[in-house]
């Protein structure tokens, strides 16, 4: 196991900012920790680093207590790389001696590398495709440029653990996409465990092995990025990763009554025992279809966004309003009476999935 | 492992701790808490008595009066001439931006009592306002400048660059959408300046102004010089006077002036404080340096010509004169080739042993000041940005007092806390050229604190951080990373204690003694002797060195950013 958090808190004054934070980072994982922004999901990572000591608990790694309540080892002493949100490059030093600084300093630095420092630093440069930019100061670079060195100087002492801070979002979208491949290929390439913060799910969704979900401090829920996504344990991570309507109803089974109409069945075998208890039936946009046949739930359509592949349309009934996503096949428009069922198939297919879990 | 490295670096910080306690203590806090002491104290033990004598006293209601002219005055003065330059600055499209701003920090760079100097000499009876006077119909006589309102104007005149200072950043920091909003409501361009812009930017002109109260209170050159040949005294000349005089008690009674004079001045200081956080709270990021006001090419240019006349009449034509006077063989006689003699310059340089040791002294000064600010400083500068707590808040707030305390002020509690460190033993600081550096430090440290401060801000904590993950945090981090990127900041507050300590006059006024005379004394004693030509012709060195100094400062950053920063290739 690379790293191991337990039990661990944090205080600044009266503000908890973690709570009975437990979490296990194993060799090779690429762990993305999600949640909006004042989770404590920067202050955790902020831990791991060991710019920050926690208030109570304790972090381990390698099987070495790194950090208690009492001391810690400051981010020098850690065998750690680091990629920041603002990049934090050096506006003096040129793209080489950047990835030459960690060669020289790092203190977890193999007899190999010691070695080779200058193969070292070509082959971390031609890694992230940067070969011929090497002699370039960071004010010549573009920001897919900046992100590429921060990431290069992070990976080059071949740290156990690398930690990103919301390393894309300072890049606009398009190059968000195209650096989440880069990431991709560089955690398979060096097979480093990897712990990523975002606010952003689809990107953790994409890149990571485990996800964390973070809210207030506290962890929600840790799984595949597959199980936060169809099967959230939380009202919460259900509307933050899979955008859910959370609909109110009664349980009865695997048999939901939405709004306690026992004329409208919905199967929910999928959903996790935590949301049955809370009497919640989590429907993401695309679990729902609207239609004119009457027997599902009554509402009037109150907004329209046309998307191109598909409309989202904000269907208002009683006093709640649903996000639902449909096809161009039929098209509504706002003030239309129409009723709302659950999708068959995409139920069926999800009983599959859960089964194989 | 983790146990040791943490035992040690505890152990560490406490001894830092400690030592960082027991300095502020000895050097910022005793002095003060023994001048206070020393108020309320006479041979019967502590009493109100030195305060009811004081203030029982007529010339001391005379003098409090003085100063409330001078200071209300030369504050209204700056304000104004503050607010004016600071809007054309900022928000107008006059060319030359930057040499402008230039000088209108000159009165700043340049000590007062060397400005006074020159308007003394520019308004002098056979001087070059007299000349051009006399060309004008009439019998007009130019101003007595040894007089309160002569006393006025130059501190105006001296101070404006405060306001000026506080108050562009301020009016660049309002987003200009506010005003075209007020604009696009209907409202004219003097209403909306009047009910938007104005409005917002007052708590930094308030500030400012409160700056310029406080350096009037502080300022002793300027009514030194002015007001002592006429007998028109303020707190801080009292001050001076009454230890200088040496009469009974004198020492009892300058100290109560000197608590009430600090306590005002720490009042206003406080007040300043306040308004300036007040005025940091609606300003947005990034100062908007474009042009708000596009003026048709003759108006600008109208604009342009005031601008520049009043600026050289007020920097460039009364050090002119001065330089003219110290040029002139004897005192009195007329500007013509015949008369003209560098022998003045020969005088002070090569002649007068006065002269020549106190450019010696000011010198060693000045450096061993620098050196201590530059690393005491720069380290608490360090502390204060990366661990802001209550702590480190507090120290910067006691470094600041002797800075905030006026100068005559300042130099009794030295006086007071050196004479006799410990009650019985005089270790000879005072009287010494000691007792000079430990007052320059203490009350120079501010400047570079501030300067460091400011180094540090503009160097974003991850960019150390990312230093440290990279596996380095001692001597490398420093020398690497963190040291080519504060360099120019800190050179530029290391430059300011330096010419502000080689040509300190305030308190080397009160703690000199034979042999220690800084350039600032020297000057004040020849002008004050009548020797006007010897006095000038040092001013114009000391001006000539400023100047270079500040020229070599530019060439110096230009090269930085070139060699270490590679700016030039960016575009």
Not at chain 1, 234 to 242: D, E, I, N, T, Y
Not at chain 1, 324 to 339: C, W
Not at chain 2, 135 to 157: D, K
Not at chain 2, 496 to 501: E, G, I, K, S
């Amino acid at each position: 196991m690379t790293a191991q958090i337990k039990n661990v808190g944090k205080s600044f004054g009266s503000f908890r900012a973690l709570q009975q934070i437990n979490l296990d980072i194993n060799e090779g994982e690429f762990v993305a920790i999600l949640g909006p922004s004042g989770c404590g999901k920067t202050t955790l990572l902020r831990l791991l680093a060991g710019f920050d000591s926690p208030t109570s608990g304790e972090v381990v790694m390698k099987n070495q207590v790194v950090a208690d309540e009492m001391s810690f080892l400051p981010p020098e002493k850690r065998n750690i790389g680091m990629v920041f949100q603002s990049f934090a490059l050096w506006p003096h030093m040129n793209v080489r001696d950047h990835i030459r600084f960690p060669l020289k300093h790092h203190q977890f630095l193999s007899e190999d590398l010691k070695k080779g420092m200058d193969f070292r630093v070509d082959e971390v440069l031609k890694m992230v495709d940067m070969y011929h930019l090497g002699e370039r100061m960071p004010s010549e670079l573009s920001g897919g440029q900046k992100q590429r060195v921060a990431l290069a100087r992070a990976i080059a002492p071949k740290p156990a653990l690398l930690l990103m801070d919301e390393p894309l979002s300072s890049l606009d979208a398009e190059l968000r996409m195209s650096m989440r491949k880069e990431i991709q290929q560089l955690h398979q390439l060096t097979g480093a465990s990897i712990v990523y913060v975002t606010h952003d799910q689809s990107e953790a969704l994409a890149m990571a092995d485990k996800i964390v979900v973070m809210n207030k401090g506290k962890i929600e829920q840790v799984g595949t990025p597959k199980e936060i996504y169809s099967s959230p344990t939380s009202p919460f991570v259900a509307s933050f990763v899979g955008k859910a309507n959370l609909i109110q109803g009664k349980w009865e089974g695997n048999v939901f009554y939405p709004f306690h109409q026992q004329s409208i069945k919905w199967d929910g075998t999928a959903v996790t025992e935590e949301l049955r208890r809370a009497n919640l039936f989590p429907a993401r946009p695309e679990q729902l279809e609207i239609s004119f046949r009457e027997a599902g739930i009554k509402g009037v359509i109150t907004n329209v966004q046309y998307q191109g592949k598909e409309i989202h349309y904000t269907v208002t009934i009683k006093e709640e309003q649903w996000v639902i996503h449909q096809d161009l096949d039929d098209m509504f428009s706002i003030g239309e009476e129409v009723y709302i069922h659950l999708k068959e198939s995409q139920t069926r297919t999800e009983k599959k999935q859960l089964h194989f879990v | 492992m983790l146990q040791s490295f943490v035992h040690r670096v505890q152990q560490q910080n406490k001894w830092w701790f400690l030592m960082g306690a027991l300095f502020v203590v000895i050097f910022f806090v005793v002095p003060i808490f023994r001048l206070v002491f020393l108020s309320f104290s006479s041979e019967g033990g502590l009493t109100f008595e030195n305060y009811t004598s004081v203030l029982q006293d007529r010339s001391t209601w005379k003098t409090i009066e003085n100063t409330l002219y001078v200071v209300v005055g030369s504050s209204i003065i700056a304000i104004i001439l503050g607010i004016m330059t600071a809007w054309v600055v900022a928000y107008t499209n006059i060319r030359q931006k930057k040499l402008i701003q230039l000088f209108i920090f000159l009165p700043f760079i340049i000590p007062s009592y060397i400005t006074t100097l020159a308007w003394t000499q520019f308004m002098s009876k056979n001087g070059f306002f007299a000349h051009l006077l006399s060309l004008l119909p009439g019998s007009l006589e130019p101003l007595n400048m040894y007089s309160l309102h002569g006393i006025i104007i130059v501190m105006g005149l001296s101070h404006y660059p405060l306001v000026y200072l506080l108050t562009v950043g301020v009016l660049r920091k309002i987003p200009r959408d506010l005003e075209y909003a007020a604009r696009v409501s209907g409202a004219s361009k003097w209403r909306s300046f009047k009910n938007i812009t104005l409005p917002l930017a007052l708590p930094g002109i308030a500030s400012g102004g409160f700056l310029a109260f406080i350096a009037s209170l502080d300022n002793f050159g300027i009514p030194a010089f002015l007001g002592i040949p006429g007998n028109i005294r303020v707190l801080s000349t009292y001050i001076y006077e009454q230890i200088v005089g040496l009469g009974p008690n004198s020492f009892e009674r300058a100290a109560t002036l000197s608590v009430i004079l600090g306590f005002i001045a720490l009042t206003g200081t406080f007040i300043q404080w306040l308004l300036l956080k007040k005025s940091k709270n609606n300003e947005t990021a990034v100062e908007d340096k474009e042009p708000r006001f596009l003026f048709s090419k003759r108006k600008r240019l109208t604009i342009e010509l005031l601008l520049w006349s009043f600026l050289l009449l007020t920097t460039m034509v009364p050090l002119i004169s001065m330089l003219s006077a110290s040029l002139i063989k004897a005192y009195g006689l007329p500007f013509a080739p015949e008369n003209i003699s560098l022998k003045n310059y020969q005088f002070v340089l090569l002649e007068n042993q006065k002269a020549i040791t106190s450019l010696k002294n000011s010198a060693n000064l000045a450096i061993i000041t620098t050196i201590f600010c530059l690393v005491i400083g720069t380290g608490i500068a360090y502390i204060r940005t990366k661990k802001p707590s209550i702590l480190s808040k507090g120290l910067e707030m006691i470094i600041g007092i002797p800075y905030a305390l006026p100068g005559t002020v300042l130099a009794l509690a030295m006086i007071f806390a050196w004479m006799e460190p410990i009650p019985g033993w005089n270790p000879g600081i005072y009287g010494s050229i000691m007792i000079l550096l430990i007052a320059y430090v203490t009350r120079f440290l501010i400047l570079q604190v501030r300067g460091s401060i400011t180094a540090f801000m503009q160097v974003d904590s991850s960019i150390e951080e990312a230093a440290r993950v990279s596996g380095s945090n001692g001597f490398f981090k420093w020398k690497k990373v963190l040291l080519p990127l504060i360099i120019p900041g800190v050179i530029s507050g290391a430059l300011l204690v330096f010419l502000t300590a080689l040509t300190e006059l305030t308190v080397s006024s009160l703690l000199w003694s034979s042999g220690t005379e800084t350039i600032g004394l020297v000057i004040f004693n020849f002008e004050q002797a009548g020797y006007s030509t010897y006095s000038t012709a040092f001013s114009c060195i000391v001006v000539l060195f400023i100047l270079l100094a500040f020229f070599m400062l530019a060439i110096l950053q230009k090269l930085w950013d070139r060699r270490v920063l590679h700016h030039d290739r960016t575009n």
